[in-house]
Nanobody, 124 residues
């Protein structure tokens, strides 16, 4: 069992930045891909970014590419999401997840464990 805890969310004005962190405990997630999803009120949970087990492969949703950066240290179960130039449409509950395998994954069904989420609110 892997327990995930997200942190770093908050309220920021449009154009500002936030840095989210996801720490895994329990069974190690260092050999698994990890990723971030988000869910706005009344909407489905959507893919944001994902990273492979060694940090060598990353993928981003088109809506965040060029503004968000996902990272993790090699052999680490801790992952971060640097979010720059935030927009009001980025407002959502952000979840981190652990993939069943070693690779990055953009599909929600590929994830085995989820955190409880951290709220990001971007004001106009």
């Amino acid at each position: 069992q892997v327990r995930l805890v997200e942190s770093g969310g908050g309220l920021v004005q449009a154009g500002g930045s936030l840095r989210l962190s996801c720490a895994a405990s329990g069974r190690t997630a260092s050999n698994n891909g990890m990723g971030w999803f988000r869910q706005a009120p009344g909407k489905e949970r959507e893919f944001v970014a994902t990273i492979s087990w060694n940090g060598g492969r990353t993928h981003y949703a088109e809506s965040v590419r060029g503004r968000f950066t996902i990272s993790r240290d090699y052999g680490s179960s801790t992952m971060t999401l640097q979010m720059n130039n935030l927009k009001p449409e980025d407002t959502a509950l952000y979840y981190c997840g652990v993939v069943r395998g070693a690779f990055s994954a953009t599909e929600r069904s590929a994830y085995q464990y989820w955190g409880q989420g951290t709220q990001v609110t971007v004001s106009p």
